[in-house]
């Protein structure tokens, strides 16, 4: 089984400087991808950044980067210079398992960027 | 090119009605979603395709069903709706090319159950 881990349900940041936002994961799986997804409050889900586990290098995406620690089985979600545009939910999700793409999304943490 | 759209976008229903809920993707993908969103809970798969034809159960089916005669085209059906059924309800679709590629989102279907 897989499981996703947010322990943060909010988080306050000032604009301009950067932000972590933690995620782990479990899973009996050795090959596997790790996904970041921000939903603003209109309700749209949007696609940010993908870690494979195979990936030796960490993910960045312009100011989104992906701490990835596989032996602490950990994928978190750094934001530079933050904009309050950048004010949303955040999900960490994980697709593992071979054949389909069976998703598992963590609860979310709720990031409010500070003028 | 309109991506992944849903329809309806809001829906009212009494408890024992029954709905369809449409997705559409024009992206030819062949993998298709549906979850639901309930607040603190993130999103639950509730079932999904792997291509035309073809259904599987994710974490949350009970109470749903689901169908894809076309491969652009995925149904999510509540044969008798449930308060506990309120939520938002989103659909994705994704290729099957590379290792693990995004999910496409529509917008969502926010629907009440009274």
């Known amino acids: 089984a897989q499981k996703i881990t947010q322990t943060q349900p909010g988080m306050f940041v000032q604009e301009k400087e950067a932000v972590t936002l933690d995620c782990t994961y479990d899973?009996?799986?050795?090959?596997?991808?790790l996904f970041w997804y921000k939903q603003p409050s209109s309700g749209e889900m949007i696609f940010l950044i993908y870690?494979?586990?195979?990936?030796?290098q960490n993910a960045t995406e312009g100011r989104y980067s992906l701490n990835f620690q596989k032996a602490r089985k950990s994928a978190n979600l750094v934001i530079s210079a933050s904009q309050l545009g950048d004010s949303a939910m955040y999900f960490c999700?994980?697709?593992?398992?071979?054949?389909?793409?069976?998703?598992?999304f963590g609860i979310g943490t709720k990031l409010q960027v500070i003028p | 090119n309109a991506g992944v759209t849903q329809t309806p976008k809001f829906r009212v229903l009494k408890t024992g009605q029954s709905m369809t809920l449409l997705c559409a993707q024009d992206m030819n993908h062949e993998y298709m979603y549906w979850y639901r969103q309930d607040p603190g809970m993130g999103l639950r798969l509730i079932h999904y395709s792997v291509g035309e034809g073809t259904t599987a159960k994710g974490e949350v089916p009970d109470g749903y069903n689901v169908s894809r005669l076309k491969k652009q085209n995925f149904l999510l059906g509540l044969e008798s709706a449930a308060p506990s059924q309120t939520s938002v309800y989103f659909c994705?679709?994704?290729?099957?090319?590379?290792?693990?590629?995004?999910?496409?989102f529509g917008p969502g279907t926010r629907l009440t159950v009274l």
């Open positions: 899973t009996s799986d050795q090959s596997y991808g």
């Open positions: 870690q494979g586990s195979y990936d030796e």
């Open positions: 999700a994980m697709g593992a398992g071979g054949g389909y793409q069976k998703v598992t």
């Open positions: 994705a679709s994704s290729p099957t090319s590379g290792d693990y590629n995004e999910q496409f």
